[in-house]
T-cell receptor, first 107, second 115 residues
Framework: DAKTTQPNSMESNEEEPVHLPCNHSTISGTDYIHWYRQLPSQGPEYVIHGLTSNVNNRMASLAIAEDRKSSTLILHRATLRDAAVYYCILIANDMRFGAGTRLTVKP | NAGVTQTPKFQVLKTGQSMTLQCAQDMNHEYMSWYRQDPGMGLRLIHYSVGAGITDQGEVPNGYNVSRSTTEDFPLRLLSAAPSQTSVYFC??????????????FGPGTRLTVT
């Protein structure tokens, strides 16, 4: 299974943009890139997904490198409620989580 | 829609006891799965099902059984609880995993402690 690599933790200031990176150098041509986040004491929730093109939704933007070996989740204006663990996942036959990036947002 | 529901929210078991964690969804989703999350760790896939009557193993299936007799329900059975199974258990569902555009919906979790 293709694996992803994310930094263990990142910090951001409230109201500033946050760029969360993910490396997936062994991605195959048909693997979708999904991002989920897990707020404290809750189950994970879907954030965004993409295949080749950059994607935007109400929660975030996803920028995918041209060679698809990396991607970046962009939160345009971080709020305190965005403090969570963010997971970058490649969907193959099942969905497996890595350790994710713990985002801390400072007021 | 209630989404994905899990019962109980909390459970304490003694070593060797058995129990069933319940999971139900009302979204007519074909794909359902169980994960466990140990403190400070990411989620690990235990078992999954692509439809009624079909189940398969994930990363950490030992000590757990599943069955899928209906589309709505996907119970997880602990056969003989061990302290190593102390964890938070999450159930999830989606329309289909084979179509990778579908998102998974997660339940609120069951916090299990085995003493």
């Amino acid at each position: 299974d293709a694996k992803t690599t994310q930094p263990n933790s990142m910090e951001s200031n409230e109201e500033e943009p946050v760029h969360l990176p993910c490396n997936h150098s062994t991605i195959s041509g048909t693997d979708y890139i999904h991002w989920y986040r897990q707020l404290p004491s809750q189950g994970p929730e879907y954030v965004i997904h993409g295949l080749t093109s950059n994607v935007n939704n109400r929660m975030a933007s996803l920028a995918i490198a041209e060679d698809r070996k990396s991607s970046t989740l962009i939160l345009h204006r971080a709020t305190l409620r965005d403090a969570a663990v963010y997971y970058c996942i490649l969907i193959a036959n099942d969905m497996r989580f890595g350790a994710g990036t713990r985002l801390t947002v400072k007021p | 829609n209630a989404g994905v529901t899990q019962t109980p929210k909390f459970q304490v078991l003694k070593t060797g006891q058995s129990m069933t964690l319940q999971c139900a969804q009302d979204m007519n989703h074909e794909y359902m799965s169980w994960y466990r999350q140990d403190p400070g760790m990411g989620l690990r896939l235990i078992h999954y099902s692509v439809g009624a009557g079909i189940t398969d193993q994930g990363e950490v299936p030992n000590g757990y059984n599943v069955s899928r007799s209906t589309t709505e329900d996907f119970p997880l059975r602990l056969l003989s609880a061990a302290p190593s199974q102390t964890s938070v258990y999450f159930c999830a569902s989606s329309y289909s995993l084979w179509d990778e555009t579908y998102e998974q919906y997660f339940g609120p979790g069951t916090r299990l402690t085995v003493t």
